[in-house]
């Protein structure tokens, strides 16, 4: 028998609180921030290709304007 002491309740390893404080910052912290990050990422990636095939055509129609000027 080595140790004949009797563990103490109220001593909680700092080790053990350190790594539940880190896995709550993650899960009600980091968490919802990356999903809204990646949220807003999608809606600004849409309207980034809205703005690009808006430009296209408008690009397409000033060549068009062009083109008939040219022909008269």
């Known amino acids: 028998m ?3 002491k009797k563990r103490n309740d109220e001593d ?3 080790s053990l ?10 899960f009600f912290i980091v968490m919802p921030i990356i999903g809204y990050m990646l949220y807003d990422l999608h809606f600004a990636t849409q309207a980034a290709v809205y703005e690009v ?20």
């Open 17 to 26: 609180l350190i790594t539940v404080m880190a896995v709550l910052l993650c």
């Open 53 to 72: 095939k808006k430009m296209k055509q408008l690009r397409r129609e000033i060549l068009e304007e062009r083109n008939l000027y040219r022909g008269n």
């Open 2 to 4: 080595a140790n004949d």
């Open 12 to 14: 909680i390893p700092w």
